[in-house]
């Protein structure tokens, strides 16, 4: 039985549909959405904004908010609570990282930039191949 379900979300089509498929389909489960923010790095994009920051916890939640505001909206329309986490981090590693605390994972197929569209869904497929627990991947 299914319980405990992590939902990696970032603000694409494709995340929405995860957290809807688990709240259509396990509405008693204990359902925690994680949003993870690339850390700080030097290869560019969203982390390069983040090495500037004094406060990369308070950035991260600040960046996340519109992605855990957006979860919290879809599951009150569901009558359903929901738990929002928000990590820094290679986003595979922090959803792989977080597996062993519950039951399942429910994931989009591929997130919503072009490049997250080109790679064919890395991290769903990294998350699938290498996950201790039953992932089910939404399209």
């Known amino acids: 039985m299914i319980s405990r379900i992590l939902v990696p979300m970032d603000d694409s089509e494709m995340a929405q549909r995860a957290l809807e498929y688990a709240l259509e389909n ?9 949003h ?3 850390g700080p790095s ?10 500037l920051e004094v ?3 308070g950035a991260a939640e600040e ?15 569901y009558d359903v609570d929901i738990t929002t986490e928000v ?8 959803i792989l990282n977080r597996a062993d605390d519950f039951d399942a994972i429910v994931i989009g197929s591929h997130g919503g930039s ?13 998350v699938f191949r290498r996950s201790p627990i039953p992932v089910i991947v939404a399209r």
Request: hydrophobic share 45%; aromatic share 2%.
């Open 42 to 51: 030097p290869w560019g994009g969203e982390a390069t904004g983040l090495a």
């Open 87 to 94: 990590q820094l981090g290679h986003p595979a590693r922090a």
């Open 114 to 126: 072009l490049a997250d569209r080109l790679v064919v869904g890395n991290v769903a497929q990294k």
């Open 55 to 57: 406060d990369l916890e």
């Open 63 to 77: 960046r996340a908010k519109e992605v855990s505001d957006g979860a919290r909206e879809l599951a009150a329309e």
């Open 36 to 38: 993870v923010v690339g």
């Open 26 to 34: 396990h509405p008693d489960a204990e359902i925690t959405v994680l």
